[in-house]
């Protein structure tokens, strides 16, 4: 972190984001489900994890990312989504190279994508 721009991610690092769902104000559970559209320059390498589920893209993830915040729960939940870029991958010298290289031309561009959080209510008598 200390060798990096602020907000820039980079082969060798990880660290995480979390997506704050706030159902504060509905009178019954709430059924969530996020989505991510318009990902643009996502480096190769780059790996995310949520609650145990490790993909290789963010809509990898989709599938574990639902869920229903109930009306007798915390009015609020957190979703962690953890990432990783490892560096220096591969099993073989040439693996490792070519991906240094695909690391590298990564490293230069904007890893950018939009996130999309719908909110279901739950009808009254399903409020689990």
Do not use: C, H, M
């Not at 953890?82 to 010298?93: E, F, K, L, P, R």
């Not at 190279?97 to 009254?124: E, L, R, S």
Request: proline content about 2%; hydrophobic content about 35%; glycine content about 8%.
């Amino acid at each position: 972190e200390n060798k990096l721009l602020k907000n820039t991610i980079a082969p060798g690092t990880s660290g995480s984001f979390d997506i704050v769902l706030d159902a504060t104000g509905s009178d019954v559970a709430i059924d969530y489900a996020v989505t991510f559209d318009n990902l643009v320059n996502k480096p190769t390498n780059l790996k995310f994890t949520y609650n145990g589920t490790t993909a290789n893209s963010l809509e990898g993830l989709e599938s574990v990312l639902k869920g229903r915040i109930g009306l007798n729960d915390s009015r609020t939940k957190t979703l962690t989504i953890n990432w990783d870029w490892a560096y220096q991958t591969g099993s073989t010298a040439t693996e490792i190279a070519n991906n240094d290289k695909i690391d590298t031309n990564d490293a230069a561009k904007t890893f950018t994508f939009d996130i999309t959080i719908t909110g279901t209510q739950v009808n009254p008598s399903e409020n689990g």
